[in-house]
């Protein structure tokens, strides 16, 4: 019934290099499993690569898992239909025949040629294909205040991933804090688990829904409907609620013993097990920064964006890049911008139709009822009222001297001010000077945090992400020792051989 | 900090610090000492402070620890395997002399 | 726009142009350093701070080892605090590895023609040797050369100490400058026109690093120059490893351990250079000989991850020497640049011996050897293995 894979008959392109698949797909989310399936109904051969063990992504973690075996748990029920309903997104990402999916692979480099550097269990090597489609996803948006690296100090997310993963749940005295849709669907996740939050301090207040109420669509009621029934449920129940949050900190000595909240003028401080921390999420732009893809700073979303057209083909910083020739990266779902699952899939669905007419091959199947144009628009109606109303980024504001700024190296916001202070306003002049970027994370939880001080605090111009070069991903220098599949043309030793003869022709004496 | 929902199924033997703790199969090596209690993975080679997980997904770099006597391994994408032996890392990463030393 | 009168212009803020600056400043002249970006942005800050003796050019020996004492008292120089920032480590020793006989050979060949010249400090080692100052370090190999005094320091950090020695001795910085045009004056001085500004001077010194070249070229002089984008790679911190630089004799291996625990590898591995734009791109593809040869001598390292790279650009000359003496063509006019990769360690003494040769108007002899027109016809160059022809 599918088509054949078709190889690339040709050897032009990236170099001379033979090619391993039409298409490489970053990431097994919604978006990436859409453009799989797409791209190989399609008759294209497809390579999936995603950093985790089953596909689905963040929000469909596990999902094979707790749908088969997990009705006794009731994790289905606590977790909610949006999050069943990627099953059979799954199911059919899994049954299509010709898609090579690599799970457990880390993606180290990506080049706008079509290059893919990738590592698993012990082994790396290069793949490359016509066309990538990065679909690698969101991150949470950084958030720092006094005490988050305190041990017992966790994202909204990271409790998500442990319930569905590893049916883990929080216990003992749990605070949520700052803003976001994920952080109200937790509240409700968890009190269906029956983990009943001891405070839910908001930075958003009513003042937000009102001013964002003229962005609302029609299309957007449901959502707004599903958010207002959390709510209700959580007023309901009796969970405490304060908003306008404009203080947050964890205090304790080697872990997280109380919180300390300062909300709508009054100050509490709270004994503290867990402190569930969310202020929205941002586009992961890791891969993207390294392949000389353009960005997009965004100072109301205090975040980057891969800057791309309307289908998703990104656009490469203009000027000298590693890999000359047309870009053929594209970027889709979260990875391109926040717009939830559904949107994720249509628009996954929307570039993989695309790549595949630019291609000439043809689905041997029927198309689907709704385009995804469409279902991606109406997926999408949604965002302007979110956005508006869960407006992110409050911290900075407050942002203490002492607060700790880059986790991994420890830098603070002080350090940080005086360096600005001497007029050193470029991201990566500051990381030379302060090492903050320079640790395992490479700038992922401080640079749009930096960036945000920068630009709100100084005179500075829009800000750019730390340069980024390969590896993007930690790579044990083992596997780099042998790398597969590299390019003969680049790969061919040149290095600067500076070692002098060793015998003398009556030269000069000391 | 953590406790399981619904009740234990057939779990895995995993070692931390030499000591044995449970282990759901197919679970991270990060879920699996939160599930038994641990809240320092790590404590960092600037200062020394204790840290434990932040994000749980792979991007903020806390949960690194010893795994199999390699050094900064990210936890939290390392699936646990019976009788795996796993290590508080003190500081920066320690040097493997075992088997492979000298190949 | 600056209008500045100066007694000498610096093109080039790196640590050749600041510490010339330095001693020109402490001597009394009014010095202006011009830079298109910021002092120590690229060579300078972006190498793997060997101070190294080992395996050196022997016409660089001399200035060389007048430099090592000059880092050993840096805190004379620079400062305290900045001295400590640059971490400078002596007496650690670097150690250069032989994988195979040939290695070893060429060591023991090299350590009779060092000594020939009556340069004592490099010593060969046979394998019981290396395993005792280098644990970890692999069975294969074979013994090496090692030259004790010698060590590392932070590179960047280094750069920096210069600049802000200099302009605390009184020389002035110009920095996002770009300059556009040489020209003599009538009365014979040199003004140096840039985007932002003109400075005047009985002497300019071009210290240009990869873009000396081009430099040159504005006053019509020709030497030879390839740009090259130099890569390391850079690990997670790693508990105490080694003390010693290592080095390879015919591989591409260079590493240490950095003040904060990192290992730094190099071994002159090339990315993608773009001088226009001042920018250089790492080849992954290429870092993969270095890790080879890293893991080759240090099977241990197999699993330590590598967390990132960096790439600068530098100037190659063909004999591997860098090009440090007066214009050929024009009076007033000194060239210091092209170091190969290796002018980190030289910079402290090149700064001394240029700054008392331009103030007495006599070449430093020790400078001899970097003449600029030594390739000229009927110069007897020794050209070496980075010959462009």
């Known amino acids: 019934m599918t088509a054949e894979p078709r190889p690339d008959p040709s050897a032009a392109g990236t170099g001379a290099m033979p090619r391993d698949a039409d298409v490489i797909v970053i990431g097994a989310g919604p978006a990436g499993m859409s453009a799989a399936v797409e791209l190989s109904a399609a008759g294209l051969s497809v390579i999936v690569l995603d950093m985790n063990a089953s596909p689905g992504g963040q929000i469909y973690r596990a999902v094979e898992a707790n749908l088969n075996e997990g009705a006794s748990h009731g994790l289905a029920n606590a977790l909610g239909a949006a999050y069943s309903a990627g099953q059979p997104l799954v199911a059919q990402f899994r049954v299509q025949s010709n898609i090579d999916y690599r799970p457990n692979t880390v993606v180290w480099e990506l080049r706008t040629d079509g290059t893919v550097g990738w590592q698993q269990a012990g082994r790396g090597g290069y793949l490359r294909a016509r066309h990538v489609v990065l679909a690698n996803g969101a991150m949470e948006r950084p958030m720092p205040f006094p005490g988050w690296t305190l041990p017992g100090v966790m994202t909204a997310g990271a409790v998500q991933t442990l319930i569905k993963a590893s049916r883990l749940k929080p216990s003992g005295r749990v605070v949520l804090a700052g803003t976001g849709p994920l952080l109200f669907l937790l509240a409700d996740q968890l009190l269906k688990l029956a983990v009943r939050p001891a405070l839910i301090a908001r930075t958003d207040g009513l003042g937000d829904k009102l001013a964002a109420l003229p962005r609302l669509r029609p299309a957007a009621l449901p959502a707004l409907a599903k958010g207002a029934g959390w709510m209700a449920n959580l007023r309901r129940v009796g969970v405490r609620t304060v908003t306008s949050l404009t203080h947050l900190e964890a205090v304790g000595n080697e872990r997280l013993r109380e919180v300390v909240i300062k909300a709508a003028g009054k100050t509490m401080r709270l004994p503290c097990d867990l402190l569930i921390v969310h202020d929205g999420i941002i586009p992961s732009i890791d891969l993207a920064q390294g392949a000389g893809i353009a960005m997009e700073w965004r100072p109301d979303d205090a975040s980057w964006r891969p800057v791309t057209d309307a289908h998703g083909l990104a656009k490469p910083v203009s000027g000298p890049s590693l890999s000359p020739g047309p870009n053929c990266v594209w970027l889709t779902g979260d990875a391109r911008t926040i717009g939830g699952a559904d949107a994720a899939a249509a628009h996954g669905m929307h570039v993989g139709q695309t790549i595949a007419a630019s291609l000439g091959a043809v689905k041997s199947r029927h198309a689907s009822h709704s385009s995804p144009a469409k279902r991606y628009a109406q997926a999408m109606a949604a965002r302007p009222f979110i956005d508006a109303a869960f407006p992110p980024g409050r911290w900075s504001v407050e942002l203490g001297d002492a607060t700790i700024i880059c986790r991994c190296e420890e830098i603070t916001a002080a350090q940080i001010r005086s360096c600005a202070q001497q007029g050193v306003t470029d991201m990566d002049q500051l990381r030379g000077l302060l090492r903050c970027g320079m640790g395992p994370c490479q700038g992922r939880s401080c640079a749009t945090a930096i960036a945000r001080l920068l630009s709100r605090e100084f005179d500075s111009p829009l800000p750019m992400p730390f340069r980024g070069r390969p590896p993007v991903r930690p790579v044990p220098l083992g596997v780099l020792a042998q790398l597969q599949s590299l390019d003969p043309d680049l790969s061919r030793s040149e290095a600067l051989d500076d070692k002098p003869d060793a015998s003398s022709r009556g030269g000069i004496d000391v | 900090m953590f406790q399981p929902i619904g009740s234990p199924e057939a779990m895995l033997t995993v070692y931390f610090d030499n000591l044995p703790v449970t282990a759901l199969p197919g679970e991270t090596v990060a879920s699996c000492l939160l599930r038994n209690g641990v809240t320092r993975f790590r404590t960092t080679p600037v200062s020394g402070a204790a840290r434990m997980p932040f994000c749980m997904i792979g991007h903020c770099f806390e949960c690194l620890v010893e795994i199999e006597g390699l050094g900064s391994r990210q936890a939290c994408l390392t699936v646990v395997r019976e009788g795996m032996q796993v290590a508080t890392q003190a500081g920066p990463a320690t040097i493997y002399r075992g088997a492979n030393y000298d190949r | 726009m600056f209008d500045r009168k100066n007694d000498v212009v610096i093109i080039g803020g790196g640590l050749q142009g600041c510490a010339i600056a330095l001693f020109l400043a402490k001597a009394g002249s009014k010095v202006t350093v011009i830079d298109k970006t910021v002092a120590g942005r690229h060579a300078s800050g972006v190498n793997a701070g060997g101070l190294r003796l080992l395996l050196r050019d022997h016409r660089e020996y001399p200035i060389a080892v007048r430099a090592m004492d000059i880092w050993a008292h840096l805190d004379q120089f620079v400062g305290q605090a900045a001295a400590e920032a640059s971490e400078v480590q002596l007496q650690t ?212 991850p590598v967390l990132r790279t960096w790439s600068g650009l530098e100037g190659v000359t063909p004999d591997g020497i860098p090009y440090i003496g007066p214009s050929a063509r024009h009076p007033g006019l000194w060239h210091v640049f092209g170091f190969c990769g290796h002018g980190f360690q030289l910079s402290p003494a090149v700064g001394e011996t240029v700054a008392a040769s331009l103030l007495s108007g006599n070449i430093d002899a020790r400078l001899q050897p970097f003449a600029v027109d030594r390739f000229q016809a009927g110069k007897p160059a020794q050209r070496g293995r980075n010959d462009a022809a």
Request: glycine share 12%; hydrophobic share 45%; aromatic share 4%.
């Open chain 3, 93 to 304: 020793s670097q150690i250069a590895i032989a994988m195979d006989e040939d290695e070893m050979a060429w060591a023991g060949e090299r350590e009779r023609d060092m000594k020939r010249r009556g340069i004592p400090n490099e010593q060969l080692l046979d394998g019981a040797d290396i395993r005792r100052l280098l644990p970890g370090i692999s069975s294969q190999v074979l013994g090496g050369l090692v030259s004790r005094p010698d060590g590392h320091a932070n590179p960047a950090n280094a750069a920096r100490a210069f600049r802000m020695a200099a302009a605390a001795g009184g020389a002035h910085f110009e920095e996002r400058c770009c300059v556009v045009g040489i020209d003599l004056n009538g009365s014979g001085s040199w003004r140096v026109t840039t985007d932002r500004g003109t400075a005047e001077a009985e002497i300019v010194v071009n210290c240009a690093g990869a873009w000396g070249a081009g430099l040159a070229g504005l006053v019509d002089e020709n030497l030879e120059l390839r740009s090259m984008a130099l890569s390391m790679m850079v690990t997670a911190r790693v508990e105490p490893f080694v003390a010693p630089v290592v080095i390879g004799i015919d591989r591409p291996l260079s590493f240490k351990q950095s003040a904060v625990g990192s290992l730094v590898i190099g071994g002159g591995i090339a990315g993608k250079p773009c001088l226009e734009e001042g920018t250089s791109f790492t080849v992954m593809d290429r870092m993969v000989s270095s890790a080879r040869a890293t893991v080759d001598a240090f099977p241990c390292l197999s699993d330590i």
